[in-house]
């Protein structure tokens, strides 16, 4: 072998080298890339037309500019909104276990059925389980599901099963729940308690009990209205910052100040001591003489949440962006009501108690 002939040869090697790596480098970084859509993504700041690349389901990357040959996929999307997976934290999904008239059971609805049609990728079952059947929930329904599904542990053991079991004061035990919430930390975001008829305030009690030891915020239905247990001591003695209250605008519970119709003196200070307000419209919760002039007056919901059951899906709730869409025509803008539905309320509720 010449000389010239081996230096050729080395240079064949080289360049053959070189086209793999080119090969190699050419393979697209992303699958998906949605390209020309208006992002809106409160969290990080996003309020543009942006491209957003996605890798193995996770969102890669998001910038002003992502070339098309970097991804298996480009869809057009313009003239579209893009936000991040929407969040509805007030659903009742513990369906599958046959019992009548139970949220854990016929009352409650299959999540995916009611998630992905309108953006949502994420629920949080509000309180159909409690400690003693969570795992029977988590078994039959948040393993399985293709929506991401957390849970809030009931109060009462025995979970959302109608009156027998939620006005039974024994099994409203903050400790054993706690205990719950802690072995799956990763699934159990909150304790739930609602539809209380009695003028203890032993569910909200152990809610807080069950809640602290958890490090985690109670979200409370006040269920039926006692002089007893007014709102007033329930938001501002009662829970703690970063605690959640549904049905904000249901005025079942004195939520609206009678003279000015905007929001009641309890929850003026209430949302001062960091309180947090949720929708869920549900059945009966959303009246718009309470809607209107609360939002009017600035009392927007931290959280747009939808209350699914088997009642309110066919009824005037129907999903989330039908929930949304009621926020919006009151006045409050897109951007702000896609917000209230993308934070992460529970991380926030964490940072206040810190
Ligand atoms: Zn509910």
Redesign the pocket.
Known sequence: MTRNILIQTMIALALAAGANAFAQQAEPAYDLLLRGGHVLDDKNHIDGVMGVAIKDGKIAKVAAYIPPTSALKTVEVKGLYVTPGLIDI???VYAGTGERGS?AGDLSVPPDGFTFRVGVTTVVD??CSGWRNFEDFKDRIIDRSKTRVFAMLNIVGAG?RGGHYEQNMDDMDGEATAAMALKYPNTIVGI?T?HFAGPEWKPVEQAVIAGTKANIPVMV?FGVDHPERPLYDLLTKKLRPGDIY??MYSGLRHEQDPVTLGPSKAFIEGRQRGIYFDV?Q?GG?FKWSLAVPMIKAGFIPDSIST???VTSMNAAMKDELNVADKIMAIGVPLKQVVAEMTPDSFSHGRKARS
């Open positions: 007030h659903v009742h949220y509000a309180g959302m739930k609602a239905d549904t049905h869920g549900g919760s209350d699914l059951h």
